[in-house]
């Protein structure tokens, strides 16, 4: 998927698919529920920042859970990918949220801030120091917490999952990128290392990370 000369059919199909995959497999649904829902008021409205937000199936997810759950959200998906970007904005719109073509450097240079951050499989996509990067740039733009949430490298995932996306095999790039990602992805003690003080690893399941900054309740006048 970060080929820039990936087909175009196959990789919206990935964006479509990766709809599903995340709803089932990607733990948000407990994420929600444990680290964001806990952080939201229904007469106060919190922003929540997606970065690397590819298709955005995840920001319309978070908005209508706390839609449903009668909070006020409002929702920033960004992704550097003129591609991701375009499949982003031609779905129907949803309410309380919004696309935007950047990543997190540019919204720190333009002086930009959210009550949390967060990014769901976007640290194996990046080296070691583009994640300290990205996460410097999280702590900047966040006034309450930074989740950042990926796979957890193992010889089980990668096999299970090798089964498991079989039918997406040639439909689109999800069974292929899937196991290169679980390749390239962390092991717990290895995300910790990588993180400064201050951030946490916890576990989830299957096969997942979160990668936690809580900077409580300051306002900006105290940061």
Do not use: K
Request: a positive charge; one cysteine or more.
């Amino acid at each position: 998927m970060d080929d820039p000369g990936a087909d175009l059919v196959l990789l919206e199909r990935t964006y479509g698919h990766f709809r599903v995959v995340n709803a089932l497999l990607a733990g948000w649904r407990r994420v929600y529920r444990r680290e964001i829902r806990p952080r939201l008021s229904p007469g106060r409205t919190s922003t929540l920042l997606d970065v690397g937000c590819g298709g955005g199936d995840l920001a319309r997810r978070l908005a209508g859970w706390a839609r449903a759950d009668g909070l006020l959200l409002e929702v920033t998906g960004v992704d550097p990918d003129p591609r991701a970007h375009a499949w982003a904005t031609r779905l129907p719109p949803v309410p309380g949220v919004r696309f935007e073509r950047a990543d997190s450097a540019s919204l720190v240079r333009q002086g930009r801030r959210f009550d949390l951050v967060m990014s769901n499989h976007l640290l194996h996509h990046l080296d070691d120091e583009q994640v300290r990067d990205l996460l410097a740039d999280s702590e900047r733009l966040a006034r309450r917490a930074v989740l950042h949430g990926d796979l957890e490298r193992s010889r089980l995932a990668w096999l299970v999952w090798t089964v498991l996306a079989l039918p997406f095999a040639r439909r689109s790039l999800v069974h292929h990128d899937g196991r290169i990602s679980i390749r390239r992805s962390f092991r717990a003690a290895e995300l910790a290392r990588l993180a400064p003080a201050g951030w946490s690893v916890r576990r989830g399941v299957p096969f997942r990370l979160l990668l936690v900054r809580d900077l409580g309740a300051e306002d900006d006048d105290e940061r």
